[in-house]
């Protein structure tokens, strides 16, 4: 049986507690053990699939087509395990399950309560299907003392009691704020959050103090006392430079140590932290830097973009180069001077995206990419902006425009899908479905032309790679495009969904309809994100 280590988190939100989690897990993997990751979130959508960017980051979306938390990206970015459906539950999920078994009679007359039955939900999600697994990470969603979370808590701790003895662990994050007028750490936050949890009956056993300057002793001598925690499961959590530097920033902390010691865990390996000192290095020592520009519309919150920023760095550590990234707003190339922006830049990005807003200008971003040399990549809703570009200006084809967009008459060279195929089945939705969890979700296989730039970046024909997409490029454009010189080198293996776009005769001019950045690990960078800053590479050292 696994070992469970749930971790929550205290005083305030974005502590770093999924980074936290993910890096404890690598470290963990590092000694050997196998791990796995799962996230229970608190709020009351089913998924985070309908949720704005600007609420709530980036929507990751798993191989079998879960759209979830952006946390379970860092944990598969971490420990290269791919995270899955069951990784990820909210409190919408679970109540969900139980009102349809309500529904179905299921549970025979009885009152359905939160203790037991929706307490009953979340353990047999934190319990099923672990697999094989040494140890089981859980992370609770937002901070103690949110109304919405005391469930979850209450399920954890009723977990600690009905398994075996020393087979769960409590790891609680919290922040030691510096007071700059009073010229010291105050440990008193930490406190607080650390009574709220035991008001609801849970001890930690390990703290994490995240804080902006090293911890002195003493104050670590006095959290253990208050908190009733060994002085030496007090581990200092610093803010680190890159967040690759984390795993063994924390293993010097000693945050795995206390975690096999609180198991009781004597003959541990030691943990062969190899690959991470190799990242660490590349990112602190690059020969070199690269401009990129993307070009979005939700580039004011970073977290919208995560999996793709994570990805540029990938390749930045694929080509030995730091990675600068421009972020602009994709309205403002709708003014007349707004191409000067892109100018000194070594690559443009168009990421995915939804609506019209906006796409006005990541067209003109393509044509600007296509015009001027520039290495373009364009992601999903990128892809189609440089499909329609090239249908208005290259194969003249001028109202060329996708059904997504309603504010605009024209052409629907990009339309709305309605049926595709997944394994043997057709997958056929409505035009007016409901909009979460509806879109073509996961991954799906592509078949490469043979000769094109991306079967030669692959290194293969075939690939599998992650979608989220409602609208897709009208395959019956194909030859029109081609002869005008948009090559389609990607199509889905019935060939009636184009998957990849390339110009030839161009530097590099990629547009892809699914989403590479969820693929991409430090360790293994995705060789699209390294094809595409080696281009970029090459072009800044032209100029
Ligand atoms: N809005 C586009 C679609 O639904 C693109 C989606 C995306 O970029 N993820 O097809």
């Not at 140890?135 to 954890?156: M, N």
């Not at 994490?208 to 670590?220: E, K, T, V, Y």
């Not at 499961?233 to 010097?252: C, W």
Request: hydrophobic content about 35%.
């Amino acid at each position: 049986m696994p070992r469970y280590i749930f971790i929550t988190g205290g005083v305030v939100s974005s502590l770093g507690k999924g980074l936290a989690s993910a890096a404890l897990g690598a470290v963990l993997q590092a000694r050997g053990y196998k791990v796995r990751l799962r996230k229970l979130d608190p709020y009351l959508n089913v998924d985070p699939g309908t949720m704005s960017p600007y609420q709530h980051g980036e929507v990751y979306v798993t191989d079998d087509g879960a759209e979830t938390d952006l946390d379970l990206g860092h944990y598969e970015r971490f420990t290269g395990v791919s995270a899955t459906q069951g990784d990820n539950i909210t409190t919408g999920r679970i109540y969900k399950n139980i009102i349809e078994k309500e529904r179905r009679g299921d549970y025979l007359g009885a009152t359905v309560q939160v203790i037991p039955h929706v307490t009953h939900e979340i353990k047999s999600f934190v319990l099923s299907d672990a697999g094989d697994v040494d140890f089981v990470l859980c992370e609770v969603g937002g901070t103690v003392g949110d109304i919405e979370g005391l469930p979850f808590f209450e399920a954890l701790r009723q977990l600690s009691q009905e398994l075996p003895p020393r087979q769960t662990c409590f790891m609680h994050v919290t922040l030691l704020p510096f007071i700059a007028a009073a010229g010291e750490m105050k440990t008193k936050p930490t406190q607080h959050s650390v009574k709220e949890l035991r008001s609801i009956g849970i001890q930690p056993d390990i703290l994490l103090c995240r804080a902006d300057r090293p911890i002195s002793d003493s104050d670590r001598a006095k959290i253990g006392r208050f908190c009733n925690v060994r002085e030496s499961a007090v581990i200092q959590g610093l803010d680190a430079k890159s967040i690759y530097d984390v795993p063994l920033a924390y293993h010097a902390e000693g945050l795995d140590s206390a975690v096999l010691a609180h198991f009781g865990i004597e003959d541990a390996p030691d943990a062969n932290l190899a690959r991470w000192e190799g990242i660490s290095k590349a990112l602190a020592e690059p020969d070199g830097e690269v401009n990129i520009g993307v070009v979005g519309k939700y580039t004011i919150l970073p977290d919208a973009y995560k999996s793709l920023t994570e990805a540029l760095v990938h390749g930045g550590i694929a080509n030995e180069v730091k990675i600068n990234i421009t972020w602009l707003e994709s309205d403002m190339f709708e003014g007349d001077d707004a191409l000067t922006h892109l100018e000194g830049l070594n690559g443009i990005l168009v990421p995915g995206g939804f609506g019209y807003r906006g796409s006005e200008g990541k067209i003109r971003a393509a044509q600007f990419a296509r015009e001027h040399n520039v290495p373009y990549f364009g992601i999903c809703l990128g892809m189609q902006m440089a499909v329609i570009e090239a249908a208005r200006n290259m194969a003249g084809i001028e109202t060329a425009k996708s059904s997504e967009f309603e504010e605009i008459d024209g052409e629907n060279v990009v339309g709305l899908m309605t049926e595709w195929t997944r394994g043997n089945e057709r997958l056929k939705r409505e035009g007016k479905s409901d909009l979460g969890g509806t879109m073509r979700l996961g991954a799906y296989p592509a078949t490469l032309t043979e000769g094109s730039l991306v079967a030669q970046i692959y290194g293969t024909r075939n690939i599998e790679e992650r979608h989220r997409h409602r609208y897709e490029v009208n395959v019956d454009y194909k030859d029109r495009l081609e002869a005008a010189g948009l090559k389609f080198s990607g199509l889905s293996p019935d060939g009636v969904l184009p998957e990849i776009v390339e110009i030839p005769d161009h530097p590099w001019y990629v547009g892809v309809q699914y989403h590479p950045e969820l693929k991409s690990r430090p360790f293994k960078p995705h060789p699209l994100f390294a094809g595409f800053i080696k281009a970029a590479k090459t072009q800044s050292r032209l100029v």
